[in-house]
């Protein structure tokens, strides 16, 4: 059995426990589902990635609902101890779903919801930024300036 994770507590006798298996930025979400009278428990351990065995003693006994990260396997055994817990929703803080094993969550009757449509703008300025940056030579040409190798413009520069 794992070892008890470190975890800051917001609204400690809300109806509705939920656990986000990490902080995440701002408070919109915090203020948004203490709003629906909701105990959330954030783990604040400082791993990377929480082992499947941590995520079920986040878990725990009672549990309403998860908010999850795409570094996370959700999978049977995770769902089974959610559902296990009364569980009956997973939110995945993730564009896609490849970390969740969806037909495990219907098993267990446990909605999934993600995060879709978040970053198609931020995709897209990512591929124009770096087609010029490929275009530009940006890379190459920093690398020649801080080797001091620039003397003065030249036509094959």
Known sequence: MAKP??????????????IS?????GTRWINLLIEQDCRL?????????????????LIGDKCDGVIGQLTEDWGETL?????????????NMAVGYNNVDVNAANKYGVAVGNTPGVLTETTAEL???????AARRIVEADGFMRAGLYDGWLPHL
């Not at 994770?5 to 939920?18: A, Q, T």
């Open 41 to 57: 428990e954030i783990c604040t351990e400082k791993k990377t990635i929480l082992s499947v065995e941590d995520i079920i003693a």
């Open 127 to 133: 591929a124009a930024s770096l087609s010029l940056a």
């Open 21 to 25: 298996t990490k902080s995440m930025p």
């Open 5 to 18: 994770v470190s975890i800051e507590v917001w609204n400690p006798n809300g109806k509705y426990r939920v």
């Open 79 to 91: 769902f089974a101890a959610l559902s296990k817990a009364g569980g009956k929703a997973f939110s």
